[in-house]
């Protein structure tokens, strides 16, 4: 029998995959790693207000990325950031407007993005020189719930979710970027 902590986190990952289906969706951080504490805080503060100014919902979460990307500075970064709910249905445009315009504002390699009509996660670069380029994108995949990659998310608790291809290989969840297992 489950316990009431892993009913709750499951219940919180299925939420976040119900989210993803026929909606518009985004992740976004203010943090950079050259920053100190305070200033990722005050930054992310201001990013949660602009957020909630523009009339989206959001799930505070960790995300797991590597900054500076495929250059000598790359780095794995753990930060603070929110998993933006937009609209269902057709938005025009306005989440991955508002993501990549924030994007930018705090420095950010990149902003995540998941149109309402696609399975896929877009990865939008916001920064020169930084993976995937400014104005280029990278696509990541599809959603997989309790799985680690390269670039993932950590919920409350130990659950995480990923949003990459079939081929991809993922971490081992017993330690981040421990050893890789393959998901098929």
């Not at 877009?122 to 990541?140: D, Q, R, S």
């Amino acid at each position: 029998m489950k316990t009431y902590k892993e009913f709750v986190q499951e219940s919180s990952l299925s939420r976040v995959h119900s989210h993803t289906q026929g909606r518009n969706i985004g992740m976004i951080t203010a943090h950079r790693g050259e920053n100190t504490a305070e200033e990722n805080n005050r930054n992310n503060d201001t990013l949660k207000k602009s957020i909630r100014d523009a009339g989206y919902g959001f799930i505070p979460v960790r995300g797991r990325y590597v900054e500076n990307h495929g250059t000598p500075q790359a780095r794995h970064v753990d930060e603070k950031s929110f998993l933006v709910i937009g609209k269902k249905g057709d938005d025009k445009g306005e989440l991955k407007k508002f993501l990549i315009k924030h994007g930018e504002k705090h420095g950010q390699d990149s902003i995540l993005h998941k149109p309402h009509d696609k399975e896929e996660a877009i990865l939008h670069g916001t920064k020169e020189g930084a993976f995937p380029g400014k104005g280029k994108t990278h696509n990541l995949g599809n959603f997989h719930p309790n799985r680690a990659s390269e670039f993932h998310t950590a919920m409350k608790g130990s659950r995480t979710f990923a949003f990459a291809s079939e081929s991809f290989e993922f971490l081992n969840s017993v330690g981040f970027f421990s050893r890789k297992e393959r998901l098929f």
